[in-house]
């Protein structure tokens, strides 16, 4: 009887340890009931190294167990890659007051990010879109005072509200589909001057309609080269019969020819007077 007993505890003492060393959920319980007798400053590192793991697009996709006891900190889970074993292993040793490092990771090419992961990495994609679109809508001189509303799901932007003309419809469509990794655009703004742009608006002689067209335009493609430039916001275009000049300042010589360049290529323009200045020359 006793030993029937004895192998029965055995076989559920192993039973107990494969389930905790194959499985999150085992290796989640040991964590836990580990991190009841962690010191403050061990549990204050295990937090370090978990926001550490979050901000990287490598490893926040998978469950990587963390554990710090007396200084040194283990790591268990699986990642697909050696590769992605030994980058969590160096940014545990970047993060101060870790005295040694215990990388039990396994890797197994056939794993997936989980679909926790997925999910908040999709949503903060999609927060990140949000913020950059609003920025490049409210500097966007030909948009200012016009009312568009901007959200995204799953990287596809949706615009709504109403604008003054086709030209700002479309040109805050560009602006959209200009951020990184915008999948695609639905454009539901309203246009409240269908005909503007196309033929003369009443008040405003047909030649300067087309002049404000077409300064609009050079906007909006400097704008969509806005990452190459140190500030786009401080350049500033003219058009007039179908000469362009750009004034304002900009960070280099390459800046200056840049903003040339993007210009000359709008559709309708004839000719560029580029008097930019370059701000270190002002020095």
């Given at each position: 009887m006793a030993r029937k007993t004895l192998i029965t505890v055995l076989l559920l003492i192993i039973a107990l340890g494969l389930f905790v060393y194959f499985t999150a959920t085992g290796r989640s319980l040991?964590?836990?009931?580990?991190?009841?007798?962690?010191?403050?400053?061990?549990?204050?590192?295990?937090?370090?190294?978990?926001?550490?793991?979050?901000?990287?697009?490598?490893?926040?996709?998978?469950?990587?167990?963390?554990?710090?006891k007396d200084g040194a900190v283990t790591l268990t889970g699986q990642v697909p890659t050696e590769v992605d074993k030994q980058l969590a292993g160096s940014v545990v040793k970047d993060i101060p007051d870790i005295s040694r490092v215990d990388n039990q990771l396994q890797v197994n090419p056939g794993i997936k990010p989980s679909e926790t992961s997925l999910r908040e990495g999709m949503r903060v994609t999609d927060l990140e879109i949000r913020a950059d679109l609003n920025e490049k809508l409210a500097m966007s001189q030909a948009l200012q005072g016009q009312n568009v509303q901007a959200t995204v799901q799953d990287r596809t932007v949706t615009l709504t509200g109403r604008v003054e003309s086709p030209a700002q419809k479309t040109g805050a469509e560009q602006l959209a589909r200009s951020i990184p990794n915008v999948v695609d655009v639905v454009n539901n703004l309203e246009v409240s001057n269908p005909a503007a742009g196309q033929n003369e608006t009443p008040g405003v002689?047909?030649?300067?309609?087309?002049?404000?067209?077409?300064?609009?335009?050079?906007?909006?493609?400097?704008?969509?080269?806005?990452?190459?430039?140190?500030?786009?916001?401080?350049?500033?275009?003219?058009?007039?019969?179908?000469?362009?000049?750009?004034?304002?300042?900009?960070?280099s010589r390459a800046e200056k020819a840049l903003a040339e360049r993007i210009t000359r290529d709008v559709d309708g323009v004839k000719g560029v007077v580029n008097q930019l200045t370059v701000a270190t020359q002002a020095k």
């Open positions: 040991l964590g836990r009931v580990w991190g009841e007798s962690q010191s403050a400053d061990d549990i204050a590192r295990t937090n370090k190294v978990k926001s550490a793991f979050s901000l990287s697009k490598r490893l926040s996709a998978y469950d990587i167990n963390v554990v710090a002689p047909e030649a300067s309609s087309k002049n404000k067209d077409l300064t609009n335009r050079v906007l909006f493609a400097l704008f969509n080269e806005r990452e190459n430039f140190a500030d786009v916001g401080l350049i500033k275009a003219a058009g007039r019969e179908g000469n362009v000049t750009l004034t304002g300042s900009v960070a």
